[in-house]
């Protein structure tokens, strides 16, 4: 038996979960009218025929599973924890032994979930669940629907867990606390709007230190996912702008109500808050995860406003100490040098010193009003070269030069524009006159009103005189528009046309 326990649960390829039942194949049956096979057992002549039903493996695993998840659907088991194993698939194996037997056990993952503690080898636990065959192997194995330490609860097993796990990784040393802000200007908390924490809180920060500012981060306490929101709570409230420190609890409950603040989520959000935190879980004899890696523990939320603004008070009382030993000692001080003052009057060689020193003071308060009269008038004297210089600069003045330069630039410009104007005129008029004339004297004119000009052949002299031309010479005739190439049949003199 020993050697079948070192042998895993199922196979890997299974995934961790249990094989389902194969399929159960009826018995077949015997054709029609053929009688079913008989075995005939010759002890004697009374024997009588008995029907043999053969089963296979598989048939009597799966009838023998059926048997026991029906008989065994539920059942309570102690024992110790021995073997215990997670799988890849998050799936729990382990076995439950005593002094006597062992039973094969499993857990699926979902279930595991919802454990408060580790399972560990050598832990005696009490189990709940049901029998099952893993038909595959023919092995019996204990499905785990629930799980709790035997003797101590689970909920504080987890606790002493985590406690010993955190405390391996230095989370409770002394080294790491950081001390408390003397003057707190803004404080931080995170609790739950509905509880009486925050309005203790709030009213012990109120009447003890009302110029600080309070920044209040909800979150759930207690329940499914408090734990989480207590922790975004804690990131959120460290990632504030100017918070000096931070106050995370909330009032007294069981320790299930508690649990919120004995998860490691919150633990380690405590650990990597950039202000310090002062943990105000429960009542005072009330113990979490979060007080331990806390900067500080304060016993109830109560407690925990008066601690952050206790350096306050102390404060201000050692102000109002000093100040007492301050005005004590000023006090003596003006007796004494006030007993000096009297016993030095008292002597007859100082009898004329209070005459003497009036008449040094009449003589003080007369130089102190001459030195004031020369002092005016110094400075009246002053006043009136500094006001001379003044209008001397001012004549020198650049700027009043270049006004007056850039006046006479505006005037030059004005009359440069209008000669130009005139002058530009009269060219204008000069130029359409002579446009005038020119196209009088325009030979293009001329040909414009009908006439023309009469070329040789190749266009080098004027023909002026029909006795320049023969018959069949060629001529171009120039006209307004256009050249046109004639030849010459026939010329006339002036006196054959009549003209």
Excluded at 358 to 379: D, F, V, Y
């Amino acid at each position: 038996m020993g050697n079948l326990f070192d042998l895993p649960f199922e196979d890997e390829q299974d995934g961790g979960k249990q094989s389902p039942a194969p399929h159960r194949e009826p018995p077949v049956p015997s054709p029609p009218g053929v009688a079913p096979k008989a075995t005939r057992h010759t002890a004697g002549p009374e024997t009588p025929v008995t029907t043999r039903r053969v089963l296979s493996v598989a048939q009597l695993n799966a009838r023998l599973r059926n048997t026991l998840e029906v008989e065994f659907a539920e059942v309570w088991v102690e024992g110790e924890l021995s073997g215990c194993k997670t799988h890849a698939s998050g799936h729990l194996y382990f076995t439950l032994k005593d002094s006597a037997a062992q039973v094969r056990s499993f857990m699926f993952r979902s279930t595991t979930r919802y454990l408060r503690f580790k399972p560990a080898d050598g832990q005696r636990v009490i189990a709940r669940g049901k029998i099952t065959l893993y038909e595959a192997r023919g092995e019996c194995q204990f499905v785990c629907e629930h799980m709790e330490p035997h003797g101590l609860g689970a909920l504080q097993l987890a606790f002493e867990q985590l406690k010993k796990r955190l405390e391996s990784e230095g989370l409770f040393e002394a080294a790491r606390k950081r001390p408390l802000p003397a003057l707190p200007r803004k404080i931080g908390v995170v609790t739950s709007l509905d509880g009486a924490a925050i309005r203790d809180i709030i009213n012990v920060l109120t009447r003890r230190y009302r110029n600080a500012q309070i920044v209040i981060r909800p979150a759930r306490v207690q329940g499914d996912g408090a734990a989480v929101d207590v922790a975004r709570g804690i990131k959120a409230i460290g990632g504030v702008p100017g918070v000096d420190v931070v106050i995370v609890g909330r009032g007294g409950g069981s320790i299930e109500d508690l649990w919120a603040f004995n998860e490691e989520i919150v633990a380690r959000a405590i650990a990597l808050c950039p202000a310090p935190v002062v943990s105000a879980v429960g009542h005072e004899t009330d113990f979490t995860i979060a007080d331990f890696v806390a900067d500080v523990r304060a016993p109830t939320p109560s407690a925990a406003a008066e601690i952050v603004v206790a350096a306050k008070d102390e404060f201000c009382g050692r102000i109002d100490r000093l100040e007492d030993r301050l005005r004590a000692a000023a006090d003596g001080r003006v007796q004494r040098l006030s007993r000096r003052v009297h016993a030095l009057d008292s002597r007859p060689a100082l009898a004329g010193v209070p005459g003497r020193v009036a008449m040094r003071g009449r003589h003080t308060s007369e130089l102190q009003h001459a030195s004031a009269r020369l002092t005016r008038a110094r400075l009246l004297a002053t006043d009136r070269r500094l006001q001379l210089l003044d209008r001397q600069l001012s004549t020198f003045d650049l700027g009043r030069r270049l006004g007056a330069i850039r006046t006479r630039l505006v005037v030059a410009e004005g009359r440069l524009t209008r000669a130009a104007g005139a002058r530009r005129h009269r060219e204008e008029t000069r130029l359409r006159d002579s446009a005038g004339r020119l196209a009088a004297l325009s030979p293009l004119a001329v040909l414009g009103r009908g006439y023309s000009v009469c070329w040789n052949a190749d266009g080098t002299r004027i023909i002026r005189n029909a006795d320049q031309t023969s018959a069949g010479d060629r001529v171009r005739v120039r006209l307004a528009k256009g050249e046109l190439d004639c030849d010459v049949r026939e010329k006339r003199s002036t006196e054959d046309t009549g003209s």
